[in-house]
């Protein structure tokens, strides 16, 4: 077969962290998902720390070194997204250049007023500062406000194909590219970095699922391909809240103080999932998307007692 006949590989998967704190039990199990996606398809796995919004001092480090103690590899290098401001701007240039942005002057609090407003999407920027005036906008830096920049956005919908939650149709409005302060905001930044890494699979939480709409749109405004995606249940704790590390025991650290190992925390992972292994690479064997879980997992993080999903 020829060098042009040759199927094309597969690009890239990804585990993206803030670097805000340790890892707890439901981050490290959508690493480990992300990583499963990933490999099982013979895609290669990176991983980017998301570190342009809280930074605690030695985070990144420590994330990186738990990855490393459950198994999972990556490929190199470490992408930090502080590094790629510079790319992140060119993009916005370009959208700017193509009148695609705008200047908002709205504070938080005005914004969230407006959202919970009886009319337009729920949740969705009504597009308060989208058509000011020149006059008005003048009027608005003079008193000292930061403006933000928003996507003048041609759409106030978006569909996206999910592996796990199939075709959903969620809100795109006027979103911010780039906040007050002048740094990029997260759903320009994951679009722009995701597309020159080379990441056609997106694997993570379902709480992001309803953003998903508005990073796809705006990768294909500015012309980059949509990635593959699919939004896996959160870890929720016996209270059926999002799990959190004010919840107990529930990082990597916590685990080997109570005596656990990496690998029984890998078995209790995989066990989650309906799986048995103690290894990221045992886990790979006979992986396939379409049996895992579709419920959130509950689980005391002081007694391991788990319910929902697959216990």
């Known amino acids: 077969m020829s060098t042009d006949e040759q199927p094309a590989r597969p690009g890239a998967g990804r585990f993206a962290p803030s670097p805000s704190?340790?890892?707890?039990?439901?981050?490290?199990?959508?690493?480990?998902?992300?990583?499963?996606?990933?490999?099982?398809?013979?895609?290669?796995?990176?991983?980017?720390?998301?570190?342009?919004?809280?930074?605690?001092?030695?985070?990144?480090?420590?994330?990186?070194?738990?990855?490393?103690?459950?198994?999972?590899?990556?490929?190199?290098?470490?992408?930090?997204?502080?590094?790629?401001?510079?790319?992140?701007?060119?993009?916005?240039?370009?959208?700017?250049?193509?009148?695609?942005?705008?200047?908002?002057?709205?504070?938080?609090?005005?914004?969230?007023?407006?959202?919970?407003?009886?009319?337009?999407?729920?949740?969705?920027?009504?597009?308060?500062?989208r058509d000011l005036t020149a006059a008005e906008r003048a009027a608005r830096r003079a008193t000292g406000r930061s403006p933000a920049l928003r996507l003048r956005s041609e759409t106030t919908e978006f569909e996206i194909e999910d592996e796990l939650h199939g075709v959903y149709r969620g809100v795109v409005d006027d979103f911010v590219l780039r906040r007050g302060d002048g740094t990029p905001a997260y759903n320009l930044a994951v679009v722009?970095?995701?597309?020159?890494?080379?990441?056609?699979?997106?694997?993570?939480?379902?709480?992001?699922?309803?953003?998903?709409?508005?990073?796809?749109?705006l990768a294909t405004v500015l012309?980059?391909?949509?990635?593959?995606?699919?939004?896996?249940?959160?870890?929720?704790?016996?209270?059926?809240?999002?799990?959190?590390?004010?919840?107990?025991?529930?990082?990597?650290?916590?685990?080997?103080a109570l005596g656990e190992t990496p690998r029984e925390v890998v078995a209790l992972l995989a066990n989650s999932l309906g799986r048995t292994g103690s290894t990221p690479a045992a886990l790979l064997d006979g992986f396939r998307p379409d049996t895992l879980p579709r419920e959130p997992w509950t689980l005391d993080p002081v007694n391991m007692v788990k319910s929902g999903g697959n216990p």
């Not at 039990?25 to 290669?44: D, Q």
């Not at 370009?94 to 002057?105: N, Q």
């Open 21 to 129: 704190g340790d890892l707890h039990l439901g981050n490290l199990r959508t690493a480990l998902l992300a990583w499963l996606f990933a490999r099982s398809t013979g895609r290669a796995f990176y991983l980017r720390v998301e570190d342009l919004d809280r930074v605690r001092p030695g985070a990144a480090e420590r994330q990186l070194a738990d990855l490393s103690a459950l198994g999972l590899d990556w490929d190199p290098p470490v992408l930090w997204q502080s590094e790629r401001l510079d790319r992140h701007r060119a993009a916005i240039d370009t959208l700017a250049a193509a009148g695609m942005t705008y200047e908002c002057y709205c504070t938080r609090r005005e914004i969230q007023q407006a959202a919970a407003a009886p009319h337009g999407p729920l949740g969705a920027y009504p597009g308060t500062c």
């Open 223 to 256: 012309g980059f391909p949509i990635p593959r995606y699919a939004h896996v249940p959160l870890v929720l704790n016996r209270d059926g809240k999002r799990l959190a590390k004010r919840d107990g025991a529930v990082t990597l650290a916590d685990r080997a």
């Open 192 to 217: 722009v970095d995701d597309a020159e890494q080379g990441i056609d699979q997106v694997v993570r939480g379902d709480d992001l699922l309803s953003s998903t709409p508005r990073q796809a749109y």
